[in-house]
């Protein structure tokens, strides 16, 4: 349970403590030998229209005005004001930007442990820091230049400080966490889940009446400007996003199969999830979901050409990962005896997943049902997989073939890394 009065750490075990540091490293040191390999265009969503939006903002010093001029002129714009700013600083070396993602990147590991260290034992913090740090596709995104990479970070550190003010009944901390928050939303409009976490944490309590009133008061500006960006310039309709039907990915039939089946054996035998690979993966959103978690959307027949075994890393990763399918089932099923807190970071979690549906079915095309569209709820998700394990440790030995399967998948995704990069 997490206490709101004279708040403690959870008793973390030395040497698991000892352990967490030395992933600490670990996990910053994959994603630098990641990015001194590929740096910043491997492994990349619409980069280019993320860079157009950075130069145009680094060349004409103010946001676009005319938000369907460009694919990326919808989105928020504090992500595209600072690298605009360092695309200025470094002559339109993109590097430097990839700097800025690895930066982002670290962020957001510094404040997974320490959001963990509010809400977990030792054991689901071990486990659910195996996951967020050496999952390859959470590695490719320290590397990327896209908002998402802001959005990794704000929103790990604004989940952190709204549970820590939560936590001291709003006295301190509030002011942090509503000025994050903010920073979050104007980084991009889908994290608007975190500010109904925030919002609703807000209102168990009547003695939280001027907090609300300033959350009121600076969200209702905020919303007005984006919203202001949005609609005025078009007069016609609230253009959140360039989006559409593209070739050969288009999801015809958005059924309860395709909502619901989870074609396991056809995964594994392609080994990845690729946006133009087998239908029985692409058009399934939970095998789909399950394998870009992993890997990505992206072809690796080049790879494997070049080191076949790679092909033998994927497939047993994705074997020993369906590990975390049943850490979120046993979860789900024991949420009914979690806290108030626990229950609204798992609201968050399910907004989001609402979110996405409602984007495919707005813009049916496979590369829409991209994991990476949880970046907002990534620690999250991670800690619903770690704690629904620890819940089935009913013996030493179920816990010893847990921690073993887990640290094992951590093993095999360094080792995967390695191969690419080699």
């Known amino acids: ?69 460009g694919w990326e002129y919808p989105q928020q714009p504090l992500y595209y004001i600072i690298t605009a700013t360092i695309y200025k600083l470094f002559n339109g070396d993109l590097n430097y930007i990839g700097y800025f993602s690895i930066f982002c990147s670290t962020l957001f590991l510094i404040y997974s442990y320490r959001l963990l260290s509010l809400i977990a034992d030792r054991y689901t913090i071990y486990i659910a820091l195996l996951f967020l740090s050496f999952t390859p596709s959470l590695i490719y995104m320290s590397a990327r230049v896209n908002n998402d990479v802001l959005v990794l970070a704000l929103s790990t550190v604004s989940i952190y400080y709204i549970v820590k003010s939560y936590l001291n009944h709003f006295k301190r901390y509030f002011s942090i966490a509503l000025t ?9 409009i889908s994290t608007a889940s975190i500010e109904l976490l925030f919002f609703g944490l807000l209102l168990l309590n009547r003695d939280y009446k001027t907090q609300r009133y300033i959350f009121a008061i600076v969200g209702v500006f905020i919303l007005s400007l984006t919203l202001w960006h949005l609609y005025h310039p078009l007069m016609e309709k609230f253009y959140f996003v360039n989006s559409a039907k593209f070739p050969k990915q288009t999801i015809e039939n958005l059924n309860s199969e395709y909502l619901f089946s989870f074609n396991f054996l056809e995964l594994l035998k392609q080994g990845f999830s690729h946006v133009f690979g087998a239908d029985e993966v692409r058009f399934s959103l939970p095998t789909y979901q399950f394998g870009t978690m992993l890997f990505g959307e992206f072809d690796y027949r080049y790879f494997i050409k070049k080191e076949p075994n790679i092909t033998i890393l994927m497939r047993f990763i994705i074997i020993l990962s369906t590990i975390y399918i049943i850490g979120l089932l046993s979860y789900m099923t024991s949420i009914y005896r979690k806290n108030i807190v626990q229950k609204f970071l798992f609201g968050v979690f399910l907004i989001n997943l609402l979110l996405i549906v409602k984007f495919i079915a707005d813009y049916p095309s496979v590369c829409n049902s991209d994991f990476r569209y949880f970046v907002g709820s990534f620690t999250l998700i991670g800690y619903i997989f770690a704690k629904g394990l620890t819940e089935l440790f009913f013996n030493r030995y179920i816990r010893y073939f847990i921690l073993g399967v887990v640290s094992n998948i951590s093993i095999l995704e360094i080792l995967f890394i390695l191969y690419i990069t080699i």
């Not at 349970?1 to 000892?18: C, G, H, S, T, W």
């Not at 994050?180 to 991009?188: D, N």
């Open 1 to 69: 349970m997490l206490e709101r009065v004279k708040y403690k750490p959870p008793n973390i075990d030395p040497n698991l403590y000892i352990n967490c540091n030395l992933n600490n490293s670990i996990r910053v040191i994959v994603r630098v030998i990641y990015f001194n390999k590929f740096g910043v265009m491997l492994f990349q969503h619409d980069w280019q229209g993320h860079i157009d939006l950075i130069r145009y903002l680094a060349e004409n010093y103010a946001v676009p005005s005319v938000p369907n001029r």
């Open 180 to 188: 994050f928050t903010t920073l979050l939303f104007l980084t991009k």
